[in-house]
Every structure is written in C-alpha cells, then in structure tokens.
C-alpha cells in the first residue's frame, strides 16, 4: 500500500514511538505511574509530562501556556465553550467541523466568506457584537494558508478573541499569535488521542469538563504520560526538521503537479501548504477511482465527513458546483513520503483516471 493522506493523519516518528513506549510500561516496568500522585513513581510520570509541555510549547509564540486534551477537538470545545459569553461567534466557511458545529450549537454565529482560492479576506465586515473569531491557519482540505496575523489584528480591533485551529500548520510552519491555538499531536507524527490548547497569558477561561481539577483546573481527567511523552518528542523532531521537511514537501509537490498536468487545482496555487494537493477532473466519479487504485490511500475530501455523503462543505464555500466538488481528490504527503512512492501512487490514480476517459 502507498500512503498519500497525510491530511487524515501522518505515520508515527520512530523517535515518538520510543518515548510513548518508555511510559507505558518502561523498562523496567515502572513507567506507568499516575503524574497525578505525590509518590516517586507518580513525580516521574508528571516530570515526563511537563518536558512534554515545554517541547510543544516550544513551537508555540511566547506568553502562552499548553493545556493538554484528548485532541484538537476537545481543544477546539474548550476554547470556544471556555469562552462562552453575551455575542457572536465569527467563523470562516471552510473551518473544520469542530469550529463550525461548536459555533452553531452556541448559538448566535456569523459565518465569514471566503475567496475563489480559498482565502478568508480580512477586509470583510463581523457583526458588532462579535466575542469570537474563528480561521484556521491551514485549511485541512485544500491547504489555503489564511492571514491569520490580519486576522488577530482584526479580533483585537473589534474587541474579540481570537481562535486559531494550527492543526495543519503546526510543526510545518510557524504558528502565529492568537489568544488560543488548537493542534493534534498525530498531524504531526505523534500518537492519536493526545492534542493540545495553547492559551494566552492572561485569558481566563471557565471549566467545561469538571472532575478532578487537573490541567489548571481547567480539563479534568488523568493525563497519560506515555501520549504527552509521544506528542512532546514528535512536537521536538517537528521544530528540528522543520526545514529538511519542508525542502522535501516542495520537491513532492513540483513532481506531483507536473504528474497531474491538466487537472484542475481546488484553492491557491501560492498561498497553500504544498503538502497537500486537491485537484479536480471533469466527469471523473471518484468513487470507482478509489476502488480501482484501493492500494494507494488518498482521500476524496476531509476523513472527518467521509461516508457522510454531503458535498464537502469547503469546495462549496469557494465556489465549486456539486459535480466539480464530486470529482476532487485530496493527495497528502510528507516526511516520510518517498519520490517514488509518490510516483507510483500517483501513476496508478492517473491509469485508474485514464481507464474512465477522464
């Protein structure tokens, strides 16, 4: 099988897959300590848990700190839930659904219009009551990298706050400011089920998970070191490679893109993460594409709505008609992504492609 959905989820650094290991167990079999215990056992677990802090915070602007969750979901949860108040909520069209269904079920939402190449242009109008404003800084279908520092700026003019959903631009590029920042440690080759909240100093948010106090007394729960350990380690190899990563991504996509000549691209070609690559095909059914090359996986649009059967909410929102967004694919690749791998995943859509005369 050829992997080509790093969007979904990226393979596990052999580096954090070490470091999760050493506590679950340990070798010595001692690494399962609770860090919530006053006992030996238990001040290890929590030492490995606050390194694993400082190395996520460390790709995180200064004057913040890491509250960690169950993914970016639940950070995403907490954030806009924490900062629950009198006002609306100001969300981009192409935000993930965490963002968009959180802001609906809150109640009183605005949703902002986004560009034909996927931009959020900061010159548009929010309603004056606005508390929260909501862009990603990379969208998770196609790639489009916002203006999120404009976007803050604008936040702080207008006396809200701002969100910023960096799941797919940390550890990939730097993070920019905002007032809270959530990310999830498998986009970044760490393990699933660990994310994190970045908050500002000084922001104040209310307890949305009651228990026992844990995380600042804001996510209640015990942490697992092992997972933390995992997303710290992934979190460091991230900051250390960030360059080889990217150098490598752009060769992956100049050879991706000229494979797929005459297919059409779904966002910006400039403004874009190139790691991920949408395109479109007039008339191809997408569906027996990914039957026909079911060796290679790449996604027909976000993994978090498919087999919903609704138009990918993103495409529509930039423009796409039902049949243009029906015939999209989403390509992903990354670190571990070979040259070869990519031209042989590629070369088997295409002949599946060809096999339809699209």
């Known amino acids: 099988m050829i992997y080509l959905d790093y969007q979904a989820t990226t393979p596990l650094a052999p580096e954090a897959r070490d470091a ?6 340990g070798p010595d079999g001692t690494g399962f300590g609770n860090p919530h215990s006053p006992h030996r056992m238990g001040r290890q677990a929590a030492a490995a848990v606050e390194l694993a802090r400082d190395r996520v915070a ?5 004057g913040g700190k890491i509250i960690f969750t169950s993914g970016a979901t639940e950070a995403i949860n907490l954030a806009m839930r924490g900062t629950a108040g ?29 560009a034909a190449d996927g931009q959020c242009n900061v010159n548009q109008d929010v309603p004056q009551d606005t508390r929260l404003i909501a862009v990603m800084q990379v ?26 959903d960096a799941v797919q631009a ?50 209640s729960g015990t942490l697992s070191p092992a997972l933390c350990a995992g997303m710290g380690v992934a979190a460091l190899e991230a900051k250390d490679r960030m360059e080889r990563d990217a ?41 027996r594409l990914m039957s026909d090359a079911r060796d290679v996986m790449f996604s027909a649009g976000s993994a978090c709505a ?21 015939s999209s694919i989403r390509i992903g690749f ?15 859509i295409l002949a599946a492609a060809a096999e339809q005369g699209v």
């Open 20 to 25: 999760l290991l050493r506590w679950l167990d």
């Open 58 to 62: 460390a790709l995180f602007p200064p």
């Open 86 to 114: 009198v006002g609306s909520i100001s969300v981009s069209a192409i935000e993930h659904a965490a963002v968009l269904d959180t802001a609906r079920a809150l109640g009183k939402h605005h949703e902002l219009n986004v």
């Open 139 to 164: 969208n998770n279908e196609i790639g489009t990298i916002q203006p999120t520092v404009e976007w803050h700026r604008k936040a702080k003019e207008n006396n809200a706050l701002y969100l910023c």
């Open 170 to 219: 940390y550890g990939k590029i730097e993070v920019t400011g905002a007032d809270m920042i959530a990310i999830s440690a498998h986009k970044f080759h760490g393990p699933k089920g660990v994310g994190a909240l970045w908050v500002r100093e000084g922001l104040d948010l209310s307890e949305v998970q009651t228990g026992g106090g844990q995380e600042h007394g804001l996510r």
């Open 247 to 287: 150098e490598h991504i752009e060769k992956l996509w100049n050879k991706a893109r000229g494979m797929f000549d005459g297919w059409e691209l779904n966002g910006s070609d400039t403004a874009r993460w190139h790691g991920n690559l949408n395109i479109r095909k007039e008339g191809l059914d997408v569906a």
């Open 306 to 326: 498919s087999g919903s059967g609704r138009t990918s909410h993103v495409l529509k929102a930039i423009g796409l008609t039902q049949e243009q967004a029906k």
């Open 334 to 348: 990354g670190r571990y992504t070979t040259a070869e791998q990519l031209e042989q995943g590629c070369s088997k």
